[in-house]
């Protein structure tokens, strides 16, 4: 059984701000030099990061049997998603489809607004990233929100790691700022996504600590040099069973992540060289979500 636990619904100009935009274009351009075309690309305008219901449910329907979609609340930036565009998306195709909130924890109500989310939309988890959002996760008064999560036991994914709009801050991003924050809820099942790029190492120091920290593959693939590095780095730290497939579509497609990764040893095939194991890599597609996200199986 396949899961994306990451993907996004929100598109220029109703969700994003036209500078956001513009930067996106340009990342997208550099996704797709560097993957070999293995980048999702609608269009390449500032709608190149759009993703429309219509847009979002032609890319998941045959390619995976579970779809985690969220949108993002980031003030700072210029991205505002309302949650109930992802609840009433969710809702058409609830089969398939589970629904996450995204609150901005820098805004008044946010933590009235995750209750809202889960008790009168039906949302099953929470999407937030420090760069986006300006907020330092070492911050105790930012906690609540993260209390709220464990107590009504749903799963927190984070964007800690680099990102491409200028106003970004990049300083709160590292997968470290998380640690005290994973200390103090143990039970608190959180994904950092994209392996904390580019300080995968940092995360998978902080994976072997913490009980409840996982991790995704998406937009990884497109650097296939880090990437085999990672995985290299990760199987000597004995993580690789926390790392969960994901897309981050629209900048790339289910089809293309697990292509990406089933051909990750293609960068080094010099005798020698360690390789990753086939096991390793079909337990990160078909398994290993069933350890943080136990409830999309039922």
Not at 145 to 171: M, Y
Request: charged fraction near 20%; charge should be negative; aromatic fraction near 10%.
């Amino acid at each position: 059984m396949i899961v994306d636990v990451h993907s996004h619904v929100m598109w220029y100009p109703d969700h994003v701000a036209e500078d956001f935009a513009a930067e996106a274009l340009a990342s997208k351009l550099v996704k797709l030099e560097q993957s070999g075309g293995k980048a999702h690309a609608a269009s390449l305008d500032l709608h190149s990061y759009d993703s429309t219901p219509e847009q979002h449910w032609d890319a998941c329907k045959d390619t995976a049997d579970r779809t985690v979609v969220f949108g993002l609340q980031a003030k700072a930036t210029g991205v505002w998603v309302p949650n109930e565009v992802i609840a009433t998306y969710v809702a058409q195709h609830s089969d398939k489809l589970v629904g996450w909130a995204s609150v901005d924890p820098t805004q008044p109500g946010h933590v009235e607004e995750l209750n809202h989310c889960v008790h009168d939309l039906g949302l099953r988890g929470l999407k937030v990233g420090p760069a986006y959002q300006h907020f330092d996760p070492t911050d105790k008064q930012y906690w609540p929100v993260f209390a709220l999560c464990e107590k009504l036991d749903i799963p927190v994914i984070w964007h800690q790691g680099t990102t491409f709009p200028s106003k970004a801050n990049l300083r709160v991003s590292n997968p470290l700022m998380l640690e005290d924050i994973t200390m103090a809820f143990p039970n608190l099942r959180m994904i950092v996504a994209h392996v904390g790029h580019p300080w995968e190492t940092d995360l998978i120091a902080l994976l072997r600590k913490a009980p409840n920290l996982y991790t995704d593959i998406s937009a990884v693939h497109y650097r296939p040099w880090r990437y085999w590095q990672t995985m290299v780095t990760a199987m000597e730290y004995g993580v690789t069973h926390k790392f969960v497939l994901g897309s981050d579509f629209p900048s790339a497609k289910v089809d293309q992540v697990i292509d990406g990764l089933r051909n990750i040893n293609a960068v080094a095939k010099s005798p020698g060289m360690p390789q990753i194991p086939e096991k390793i890599i079909e337990q990160i597609i078909n398994e290993n979500w069933k350890r943080v996200l136990p409830e999309l199986g039922n």
